[in-house]
């Protein structure tokens, strides 16, 4: 079942978003080759928590920690680790959940450490302008496969490969609700966007094949070949015209000094 929210609970969902959007931020800040993936970790836990918010991903299903860092051919959910550190010519994507009155926030981010090889660089770019892609499609009488279609459409005409395993969803009051918002598709198949949906789309891109496996931690997903893979992620609502972003880069490209 799609629960379909009010105007008053997407203002809680964006207080809950935007937390997400400075949190990035904060780690905009601490992102260097040398630093563990745990330090990140804990940066990110005191932030949220000294924002009146607690962790989105702690704890759910299991998961141990504040954030999943994946890092170069690892697509999404790498635990952070006190024995991981961050390289050169990295990327690493951090997808970042917070949880405040009740609303979940969910949003992610794929930086680069250091300098990064053209051909990965080429990958984010594409990645994240997919990302918008597809919110260009999240409007009312549209469907979920027009987002889809979007997202796949853009990634694999630049010659990259989509994700298959791993999907968008709907947000409320639990992270992951229906409908499930795949990053591939066709025009005008899936449920139908309605006003009050609110939903992550998030493109997980790979430079090489689309296939990815899960390694024995029962959680990191990686390319089957190793290449790199990008993920950026918002949260947004389903409007009439155009859809509402309710989390937020700009807290991270304001400190990467990226204008859009
Ligand atoms: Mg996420
Ligand atoms: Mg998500």
Not at 5 to 28: D, P, Q, W, Y
Request: aromatic share 8%; hydrophobic share 35%.
């Amino acid at each position: 079942m799609i629960l379909l929210k009010t105007a008053e609970e997407i203002e809680l969902l964006r207080e809950s978003n935007l937390l997400v959007g400075m949190t990035l931020g904060e780690l905009a800040k601490h992102i260097r080759s040398g630093i563990s993936t745990l330090e990140l970790d804990k940066i990110a836990e005191e932030f949220i928590r000294d924002h009146g918010a607690e962790p989105g991903f702690l704890g759910y299903d299991g998961f141990p920690n504040t954030l999943c860092i994946s890092i170069n051919e690892e697509v999404v959910h790498g635990i952070p680790s006190k024995k991981r550190f961050l390289e050169e010519g990295d990327v690493v994507s951090i997808d970042c959940g917070t949880v405040k009155n009740g609303f979940y926030g969910d949003s992610a981010y794929t930086f680069e450490v250091g300098e990064v090889k053209p051909e990965v660089r080429r990958l984010l770019q594409t990645t994240r302008e997919a990302l918008y892609k597809g919110i260009e499609k999240a409007v009312v009488g549209l469907r979920v496969g027009d987002i889809g279609y979007a997202v796949q459409s853009y990634c694999e005409g630049n010659g990259y490969s989509v994700v298959r395993e791993l999907v968008g969803h709907g947000v409320g009051r639990d992270m992951h609700e229906e409908p499930q918002v795949p990053n591939y598709g066709k025009r005008g198949q899936g449920s139908k966007l309605l006003e009050g949906m609110v939903i992550a789309i998030e493109p997980m891109i790979n430079l090489g094949k689309r296939h990815v496996y899960q390694d024995v931690d029962g959680w990191t997903i990686r390319t089957r070949d190793r290449m790199p893979s990008a993920h950026f992620e918002h949260t947004v609502a389903v409007g009439k015209n155009k859809a509402d972003i309710l989390s937020s880069f700009e807290f991270v490209e304001k400190e990467l000094k990226i204008d859009d």
